[in-house]
């Protein structure tokens, strides 16, 4: 099983490592009203990146945080100084939220060498390790070749045909009140509720209160609960794609090797008028 996450110890023993590239993958929902970026300029980890994962997203579409094309990916992560067998590290300001998709990203564009930061800057910041406001300097250009393992996402009409046969089940990140359909969904257009058949997984329920994940039994008992065998396929399903990394990290930290991403997600399914809507 290869490792997935780090911890803030293990970071500040290497932090000057030459074969680390460190990325501050931050992003907030619009309702929190917060800005990464700016965020990232007042306060990161030392010798960390930016990754933006607005700008970084496919621009051929209106779905948000759809996955961009090879090339562009390929050049995104060049600029990060991602390559050349260097590890990355992920994090992000919450503790553990979007950091987890960008793990994703490499890890299904076929970059292997990238883990993430357990807490993240919360937990990093709170146990007094290093800040800093330095602008980063350019990296250096690595060589990177994305290349898209298409078995590791889904797309609606590969959703819709799991559903129909029973055979995979779909695990939705969201909270019991969006998947419920108590609470609206914000993006216009999209409908409130969840695919017949799926399964409610919050993300939030994978999470230790400092924002670390769960040790495995605590983990697998989540997956458990919500009714999800992890002896048979998963797909993880969210809003935008985000949260639904979320579960897929929690998945391989428990060795689930069967495991999927829907990258259009409620965002697209609850647009769609071609796909059954519970609520």
């Known amino acids: 099983m290869s490792i997935n996450l780090i911890s803030t110890d293990w970071l500040a023993l290497r932090l000057d490592a030459p074969d680390m590239v460190i990325i501050d993958a931050s992003w907030h929902l619009p309702t929190t009203k917060r800005d990464a970026r700016s965020e990232f300029a007042s306060k990161h980890i030392p010798g960390a990146r930016f990754y933006d994962l607005d700008a970084g997203s496919a621009s051929d579409t209106l779905l948000p945080h759809m996955l961009p094309s090879a090339e562009k990916f390929s050049a995104d992560m060049k600029a990060l100084g991602v390559g050349d067998g260097k590890t990355v590290v992920v994090y992000d300001s919450v503790g553990l939220f979007s950091a987890a998709r960008l793990w994703w990203m490499l890890r299904v564009f076929g970059y292997e060498h990238v883990v993430v930061l357990n807490g993240g800057l919360k937990k990093w910041e709170a146990e007094g390790h290093p800040m800093s406001a330095r602008t980063p300097s350019a990296a250096p250009l690595r060589k990177f070749i994305a290349k898209l393992d298409r078995n590791k996402v889904k797309s609606l009409s590969e959703v819709a045909a799991a559903l129909k046969s029973k055979q995979t089940q779909i695990a939705d990140a969201r909270s019991p009140q969006r998947f419920s359909g108590e609470e ?64 897929m990290l929690g998945l391989a930290e428990l060795g689930v090797r069967d495991a999927t991403l829907y990258d259009g997600s409620w965002a697209e399914w609850g647009a769609s008028e071609q796909v059954v809507v519970s609520d």
């Open 184 to 247: 609206p969904e914000t993006r216009p257009g999209v409908r409130a509720g969840h695919m017949q058949g799926a399964h409610n997984l919050h993300y939030a329920l994978l999470l230790n209160v400092d924002g670390t994940m769960k040790k495995a039994k605590a983990l697998r008992e989540a997956f458990q609960q919500a009714n999800l065998d992890l002896d048979r396929p998963v797909i993880t399903s969210c809003g935008s794609g985000i949260t639904a990394a979320i579960l």
